[in-house]
């Protein structure tokens, strides 16, 4: 199984970003995948889903209405679409199969993750 992030990079705040995840070993169209993120020093958190049954997403509520989840099945890649990015959304992100939005109480078990791709917010 293999998660691999790529799109990162430096950006400055207001800009966006997509984030890409290919994936082998696995078909996304029967998983539940999500995107986390860790800033330094702080912990890893789940900051969106996007449903294995109908595509449906949730978000954490500091990315909601700014980011998008969408994946793609015949490409078997889920992607992370950011907008207006803040220099507080500097982290390393990942993709996952599962995903965690403990406040809503959407938790799938995170079997297998990436390595990361690297999203600085900065002027």
């Known amino acids: 199984v293999q998660l691999q992030a790529s799109g990162g990079g430096l950006v400055q705040p207001g800009g966006s970003l997509t984030l890409s995840c290919a994936v082998r070993g696995f078909t996304v169209r029967d998983y539940t995948m999500g995107w986390f993120r860790q800033a330094p020093g702080k912990q890893r958190e789940g900051i969106s889903c996007i449903e294995s049954r109908d595509g449906s997403t949730n978000y954490e509520d500091s990315v909601k209405d700014r980011f998008i989840m969408s994946k793609d099945n015949a490409n078997n890649t889920v992607y992370l679409q950011m907008n207006s990015l803040k220099p507080e959304d500097t982290a390393l992100y990942y993709c996952?199969?599962?995903?965690?939005?403990?406040?809503?109480?959407?938790?799938?078990?995170?079997?297998?993750r990436g390595q990361g791709t690297q999203v600085t917010v900065s002027s």
């Open positions: 996952a199969r599962g995903c965690s939005l403990p406040k809503q109480g959407i938790i799938y078990p995170q079997n297998y």
